[in-house]
Every structure is written in structure tokens, then in C-alpha cells.
């Protein structure tokens, strides 16, 4: 099972763009990476899923190098309600027993 | 489409005591896991369920079990509770097979006493 290292924190102000990047040395080629936000007492969103170079939705953009060993989740122009955890996930998509949430990156947005 | 739903959102129960734990999937939607979330172990799967069959299971005691029925609803079920499953419950379904694509449901919160 691919592991994903990620910061444990991060700060960042309202407007800024902030880039939360996740390590995964040992992702299989046929994994996917997968972020998620999740805030208190909330189950966890889906945000973005992408499988190499770059993928753009209206929430985030996700950026992959070619060797696919880490990757970086963009969030432009963050206000105060991103504030929350981020997780990177690594798998494919045979089974939710593969699928393992880290620690996550706590991202705090301060006016 | 409405979201995942889950009941009911809080619970206390006491040591010893059993409980059920109710999870309504997005319309559509055939695959139901189920994730136990603490502050010291953070999301730990528990079961994966697809078309009512279990298909797999994370790593706990067998006090935990669920099921999934015709409808893809599920439910699980944690029986001689310990303060240890103390946790936020959380129901996560996809269209096909379960993957990273998940859609979460709000949780419950389980309080043991």
C-alpha cells in the first residue's frame, strides 16, 4: 500500500494561493491520487483525483510531475472557510480497503 | 441527488451496551464503506460492502459487523461497546466499486460511557 508524507500544518492568509504538497515515494502505476478536505465534525469532501501532469477543477487544481512520486494540491485565493484538514490519498480504485487516510495537512487561513 | 445520510448523528450509550448504526447512499449508488474516526488513530476503515456482500474488512475486533441490503442502505453494528469506541462513525458510498472516490456521509457521533 502506497504511503502518502504530508505537512502536518500549514498557515496561510485570505486571497493567497496555497499549495499543499504530499510525498508518495511507492504509488503502484495503477494508483490514483486523491485529495479530500474534511472540517470538524464533517465527513471528509472529495476535492480533486488525478493520475499524472495537471488536472483543474473549479475548486482546486492538482499537479503531478512525471515520476508521479509526489504531488501538489493548488487552492487560489483561499478564504476563511478552507480552513480545515487536507488528505492525500494514493490507490486504485478496486477497493476502499486500500485506501488509507494519513494524518492529513491542518490548514489554518487567518484574515 | 441527496447526500449520504446517516442515523442517528448523536449517541450515548454505556459500557457494555450495544448499538446500530444507519447509513443511507447516495441514490444509485451500490458500494457502502464504513470508517471509524478518532483523534489518536485519525480514519480507519472498517467494512466495504458492494451489491450486500461484504467484501472486505479492516483490522477490528468482531464486535464490529455490518451489513448492506437490497436497497444498498447499511448498517453496522458495534456490540459489548468499551470506552475505546468513543469515535465519529463515518458512511462513505460510491457508484461502483469503492475507491478513492467516495462520497461521506456526516458521521455519528458515539459517545461511550
Known amino acids: 500500500l502506497a504511503k502518502t508524507t504530508q505537512p502536518i500544518s500549514m498557515d496561510s492568509y485570505e486571497g493567497q494561493e496555497v499549495n499543499i504538497t504530499c510525498s508518495h515515494n511507492?504509488?503502484?502505476?495503477?494508483?490514483?491520487i486523491t485529495w479530500y478536505q474534511q472540517f470538524p465534525s464533517q465527513g471528509p469532501r472529495f476535492i480533486i483525483q488525478g493520475y499524472k501532469t495537471k488536472v483543474t477543477n473549479e475548486v482546486a487544481s492538482l499537479f503531478i510531475p512525471a515520476d508521479r512520486k509526489s504531488s501538489t494540491l493548488s487552492l487560489p485565493r483561499v478564504s476563511l472557510s478552507d480552513t480545515a484538514v487536507y488528505y492525500c490519498?494514493?490507490?486504485?480504485?478496486?477497493?476502499?480497503?486500500?485506501?488509507?487516510f494519513g494524518s492529513g495537512t491542518r490548514l489554518s487561513i487567518r484574515p | 441527488k441527496a447526500g449520504v445520510t446517516q442515523t442517528p448523528r448523536y449517541l450515548i450509550k454505556t459500557r457494555g451496551q450495544q448499538v446500530t448504526l444507519s447509513c443511507s447512499p447516495i441514490?444509485?449508488?451500490?458500494?457502502v464503506s464504513w470508517y471509524q474516526q478518532t483523534p489518536g488513530q485519525g480514519l480507519q476503515f472498517l467494512f466495504e460492502y458492494f451489491s450486500e456482500t461484504q467484501r472486505n474488512k479492516g483490522n477490528f475486533p468482531g464486535r464490529f459487523s455490518g451489513r448492506q441490503f437490497s436497497n444498498s442502505r447499511s448498517e453496522m453494528n458495534v456490540s459489548t461497546l468499551e470506552l475505546g469506541d468513543s469515535a465519529l462513525y463515518l458512511c462513505a458510498s460510491s457508484e461502483g466499486l469503492a475507491g478513492e472516490t467516495q462520497y461521506f456521509g456526516p458521521g455519528t457521533r458515539l459517545l461511550v460511557l
Open positions: 441514490s444509485g449508488h451500490r458500494s
Open positions: 511507492n504509488i503502484a502505476t495503477n494508483d490514483y
Open positions: 490519498l494514493v490507490g486504485d480504485d478496486s477497493s476502499a480497503s486500500k485506501i488509507i
